[in-house]
């Protein structure tokens, strides 16, 4: 598999310094109690047990992750219902990120544990990210957090409208 550069990542990867966080200082437990802020927080879709936030870092255009409400970080403490609700809510951010950028596939799936590459391991995630035929030559060019922060608020506003607007 051909990996991704991404090089404003560096800068994430290097802004943990606790080994774990509880949920006053988790970024997805503030995104859950904080609705109103949606946008600025770059939320795309809420659903009845999880939410779909985009990755402010992320490895390519529209890259957004799907959260459980709860703060959990083991893949073990996932209820049927939270279970059917991620898959339903994959489903729907892929459709949705298929209907605006067109990817050619998908990578989907979890990082359990930071030795596995989790920024954020309290709070268990799955990433939906869009891939293009070549992206990884693309991606390498681009090296301006700028282009990628701008692109995010407007993958945030379409890809909200759509998910709300999805008869699924
Ligand atoms: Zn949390």
Request: glycine share 6%; charged share 20%.
């Amino acid at each position: 598999m051909e990996i991704l550069w991404s090089p404003w990542r560096s800068k994430y990867i290097g802004s943990f310094k606790d080994d774990s966080i509880n949920s006053e200082g988790c970024f997805f437990c503030n995104a859950v109690n904080n609705p109103e802020k949606d946008e600025d927080l770059l939320v795309v879709a809420r659903f009845e047990y999880c939410f779909a936030i985009l990755n402010k870092f992320p490895y390519n255009n529209g890259h957004t992750l799907i959260a459980p409400l709860r703060h959990i970080g083991d893949l073990q403490d996932l209820s049927e219902v939270e279970m059917f609700d991620i898959i339903k809510a994959i489903k729907n951010v892929s459709a949705g990120l298929e209907s605006i950028y067109k990817p050619h596939g998908f990578n989907v799936g979890a990082n359990l544990g930071r030795a596995a590459g989790a920024g954020v391991p309290d709070h268990l995630h799955f990433h939906v990210i869009p891939r293009w035929n070549g992206d990884t030559s693309f991606t390498s060019t681009i090296s301006d957090t700028k282009v990628v922060s701008v692109s995010l608020e407007d993958t945030q506003r379409e890809l909200s409208y759509v998910l709300k607007n999805m008869k699924v």
